[in-house]
């Protein structure tokens, strides 16, 4: 594999990262509050970088499977029918976020979490002990596995700590 075809698909997974952040950032740039702002941030957030990176995930894996064993280093196994199952469960949880709770979003992140940190281990593992340096194992998808989730409990803990917030009273004029 070429060095720009190898860089090109290790960084393809920021899009999901990258897409909801700049969209993010415009949007707010209209924003009325800090509140208004939060929320336009953890809705971007959770339909695109949760929601939506989490569907490909899906359709990769179930539609491509052999692409996506080269593209991690592994040969075709079983296994990938499952990843891309709890990829589709992700998908839900990120949908499900854009009109949640901050609280149910904590627990959506928290959850997300669980699987995507897991799978960041299991690359980095990977990595260092079997010198797997495959586009999908390096790269792009080691940031997505560690800040998808993050930034979504990040966002949604600040929007618990907005929301307990006492305002000011407004001054009434007599």
Known sequence: ?????????????????????????VRTRHAQSPQQALEIWQRWWAIGAFGLGSLWMTVAFLAFPD????????????????????????????FRAASASARERITIGLGGGMFLWGALAGHLYQWFANGDHAPGNTGGVL????????????LAVRSRRLEATPRPAANIAA
């Open 143 to 154: 940031v997505n596995d560690l800040l998808i989730p993050a930034v979504m409990i990040i």
């Open 67 to 94: 692409t996506m064993a080269t593209a991690i280093g592994f040969d075709r196994t079983p296994f990938m029918f499952e990843i891309a199952f709890a990829n589709l469960g992700l998908a839900v949880m990120g």
């Open 1 to 25: 594999m070429d060095t720009f075809s190898y860089v090109a698909q290790s960084a393809f997974p920021l899009v999901w990262i990258l897409v909801p952040a700049i969209g993010a950032f």
